[in-house]
């Protein structure tokens, strides 16, 4: 009986572990039915399969003075001169896990993902205040710093030479899962 239940939790293991995530950022090169071709940012053809449902939520441009308190937003940024400074900040889904953490954007980068619980003017910007669970970060926001929301969009947003952002599932055979993609238009793109 031990042996039974131990080679079941063995399996049920190595299930979980034969699934994870990998960020995706690239360049759409095609849409075939429920299957997005694209082109990473260090030159894999990556081959996305869309659920059925998947959501496309497409970039736009905003202003911080458009982002009212309370807002999640998730803030990419770098230290320099003792402060973080912002290279982006994004409206984002509620669901992401908030907190400060290590990010892969450059080498060195962070990820704050809070509700933005303040905005002053500082030097060198603006100085906004993001309040998660287990503290609070003060990043510094530059002016030209690219401030992006979504709309809600659908198939139609996935145009070949457009850029793309999701967190997709790797499955156990290797195939690459999204139930959401974030599509650029017109200048404004999702994380990159």
Known sequence: MKKLLFLALMLASAAV???????????????????????????KDLK??????????VAKR?????IKPGTYVGVTSVPQGGKQIAKEVHLIPPTAPSGHMDWDLVPGSKMTNANLEAAVAA???????????????KITVPSGTPIIGFDNGDR?????GETIWTNARVEGDGK???NRVQVSKGGAKPEH
């Not at 572990?17 to 030159?43: E, P």
């Not at 996305?48 to 939520?57: M, N, R, V, W």
């Open 176 to 178: 690459l899962v999204t």
């Open 48 to 57: 996305l399969q869309l659920t059925p449902d998947a959501q496309i939520a």
């Open 17 to 43: 572990l034969a699934q994870s995530n990998m960020r995706v950022r690239g360049t759409i090169s095609s849409l075939d039915g429920d299957v997005l071709s694209v082109k990473s940012r260090d030159g």
């Open 156 to 160: 139609s947003a996935l145009k070949k």
């Open 123 to 137: 030097s060198g910007g603006n100085e906004i205040t993001l309040k998660y669970k287990d503290g609070e970060q």
């Open 62 to 66: 905003l202003s911080l003075a458009d």
